[in-house]
């Protein structure tokens, strides 16, 4: 299992949510990130996914 970090913020710049997120691969891990953008209403906020300092998933 990879260690990967879901993180979002407002357009201000802060920080509204970070979570760490355990997947196999880096495939997984942006389907398990894109979900709990869904669940949290979070998917239209800038945000990122990274793992090890490789960048994933990004949306401004």
């Known amino acids: 299992m990879n260690e990967y970090f879901?993180?979002?913020y407002e357009p201000n710049g802060e920080?509204?949510?970070e979570e760490k997120i355990e997947a196999a691969d880096d495939?997984?891990?942006q389907e398990v990130g894109k979900k709990k953008?869904?669940?949290k209403n979070f998917?239209?906020?800038t945000h990122?996914?990274?793992r090890s300092?490789?960048?994933l998933?990004?949306?401004?």
């Open 6 to 8: 879901l993180t979002v």
């Open 15 to 17: 920080m509204v949510f």
């Open 27 to 29: 495939q997984a891990a």
């Open 37 to 39: 953008l869904d669940e």
């Open 43 to 45: 998917t239209n906020h």
């Open 48 to 50: 990122r996914l990274t």
């Open 53 to 55: 300092g490789k960048l």
């Open 57 to 60: 998933l990004f949306h401004v």
